[in-house]
């Protein structure tokens, strides 16, 4: 069963920064595509970040561009989000994705963790 645990949420300032992280087991982690998401209350969840298999490949959505970077780590299974100059609007809960390797771009992720909440104080 292959599960997703993200970690390293917290309170931080406007213009602080923060790293999330996100570890998976019960499968091989280099046969996914991960992604990045976040959700507010009340509104859809919107996608961060994507990075392919292995590393070579990534995604940004326009809102985070030049302040947020995916990487991961296949030996350890991780993936992160390091997340630079902070706006009260990057304030949500970030999820992790994984997505089987080779997934056509906009099609659904297979799996999901539980999230992490940020919040950006002003």
């Known amino acids: 069963q292959v599960q997703l645990v993200e970690s390293g949420g917290g309170l931080v300032q406007v213009g602080d920064s923060l790293r999330v992280s996100c570890v998976v087991s019960?499968?091989?982690?280099?046969?996914?595509?991960m992604g990045w998401f976040r959700q507010t209350p009340g509104k859809e969840r919107q996608f961060v970040a994507r990075?392919?298999?292995?590393?070579?490949?990534?995604d940004y959505d326009d809102s985070v561009k030049g302040r947020f970077t995916i990487s991961r780590d296949n030996a350890k299974n991780m993936v992160y989000l390091q997340m630079n100059s902070l706006k009260s609007e990057d304030t949500a809960v970030y999820y992790c994705a994984a997505a089987y390797a080779g997934t056509p771009v906009g099609r659904p992720y297979d799996f999901w963790g539980q999230g992490t909440q940020v919040t950006v104080s002003s």
């Open positions: 019960g499968r091989t982690f280099s046969d996914f595509d």
């Open positions: 990075i392919n298999w292995r590393g070579s490949n990534t």
